[in-house]
């Protein structure tokens, strides 16, 4: 009895040392489990509020005729870029041209009268009027001795009364005669009067007047760019009249351009004019164009509740297209150093802002770990609380990895140590 329960004891402790050794060679040959890593480091962090809206041009024109008439030449067409100045269209204008002609004629002439009257009396018109003047004192005082000689001759019946009154003609004529010569030297000697130079002044501005009405209606026949542009449509061709306002060629702008995106109220709230922001249209899905906010409503939009705000955006290669949709995020806060993690690092509590992650520690294990997260974008988390810079992380391989397990690091995502 008692050599058999030695037997079984011994049979016992032989088997619990064969399990025992089992035990122990299965955990010295237990295979490391590859993941792969990256370091945690600092980088800048934005928030920002997202809209969906479309693309407009910064400035646009529609380009129309001032005068009524045919189209003589049109110089650009759709699609061409154009510069602010430069000639789109010349109406038929023949008959302008020589209205302006007549007008400079016209300016010329009243400008010379104007300046002899403003000389005043040469010399020799002055020479000219003392003469005039010796010779009507002269016909006066024969007219006087003549009638002085027919009054006697009336007296004595020696003529008739016809005679005798044609004398007093003659004589009241000559003395007319002098005293308007007289006059005549009396203004010469004295020059031209102010009211005669107002009013020679006056038809010279007429005429200026007149010469730069014509010379705006043949400006109006010569149809230039008022802005600098892609003509985008074109309305008319050679030859074709057009009436006065009809739509020559439509010009926008598009070296930058407006997206007029559309926010919620609360998420408008925190928008400022000025902030920077980021749009993205499908046909370039990887590239994000930069702009900043030059506007945001003041009202709601009645059909969607939405508020409505425009951000600029340069657009020099035109790869942003007018009548495209856009996404537009609005930088609202920025963190310029701050500790990040890619977002699969992170197994996140979506009703908090805790989450676990996996610390790779010096003896490449495995170490479950709480951490508070702050901003989520572009692909990364931020950590305001839990890691220290350069710490190593697990990026693929986490999920359903015990703590405490023995891991074998592929390679790091970010920058090599």
């Known amino acids: 009895m008692t050599l058999r329960f030695l037997s079984f004891f011994l049979m016992l402790y032989l088997l619990g040392c064969s399990a025992s050794d089992a035990q122990k060679k299965e955990e010295e040959v237990a295979p490391e489990v590859t993941v792969k890593v990256t370091r945690v480091e600092r980088r800048k962090v934005v928030e920002f509020v997202s809209g969906v809206g479309s693309i407009y041009p910064l400035e646009q024109t529609t380009v129309s005729s001032m005068l009524s008439a045919s189209v003589k030449e049109l110089k650009v067409q759709k699609g061409s870029e154009v510069q ?4 789109i269209a010349v109406l038929e204008n023949q008959n302008l041209e020589l209205a302006k002609l007549r007008a400079e004629a016209d300016l010329k002439s009243t400008q010379a009268s104007f300046q002899k009257v403003k000389a005043g009396s040469r010399p020799e018109e002055i020479k000219q009027a003392e003469a ?3 010779s009507a004192r002269a016909s006066l005082n024969n007219a006087q001795a003549e009638l002085d000689r027919k009054t006697q001759l009336f007296q004595r019946e020696a003529i008739s009364r016809k005679d005798y009154e044609q004398a007093r003609v003659d004589l009241e004529t000559a ?3 002098y005293q308007t010569a007289v006059q005549n030297l009396q203004l010469l000697k004295k020059g031209s009067r102010k009211e005669d130079l107002e009013a020679a002044w006056d038809l010279v501005l007429q005429k200026k007047s007149e010469l730069e009405l014509a010379q705006i209606d043949l400006d109006r026949s010569l149809i230039r760019s008022p802005l600098t542009g892609v003509v985008t449509e074109q309305f008319v061709y050679p030859g074709e009249v057009v009436d006065i306002k009809a739509p020559i060629v439509t010009i926008m702008k598009l070296d ?4 007029r995106a559309h926010f919620t109220p609360e998420d408008a709230s925190q928008v400022k004019a000025g902030s920077e922001a980021q749009v993205m249209v499908k046909v370039y899905p990887d590239k994000v164009f930069e702009g900043r906010v030059i506007q945001i409503g003041s009202v709601l939009d009645p059909t ?5 705000i425009w951000v600029q955006v340069p657009n020099r290669e035109k790869e942003l297209k007018i009548g495209d949709y856009a996404t537009v995020k609005v930088i609202t806060r920025v963190y310029p150093d701050s500790l990040v993690i890619p977002r699969q690092a992170a197994l996140l509590d979506e009703q908090t802002s805790r989450a676990m992650v996996m610390v790779v520690d010096k003896d490449a294990i495995a170490r479950s770990r709480e951490v508070v997260r702050g901003v989520i974008n572009d692909g990364f988390v931020q950590i305001l609380k ?3 810079e350069g710490e190593i992380v697990i990026t693929e391989g986490v999920y359903g990895l015990p703590d405490g397990t023995k891991v074998k690091p592929e390679h790091l995502v970010q920058g090599e140590p």
């Open 84 to 87: 602010k100045g430069d000639l």
């Open 386 to 388: 839990g890691l220290e």
């Open 175 to 177: 003395r007319s005669n």
């Open 304 to 308: 969607n509740g939405t508020v409505e």
């Open 132 to 134: 005039s003047v010796n």
């Open 256 to 259: 930058e351009v407006i997206v």
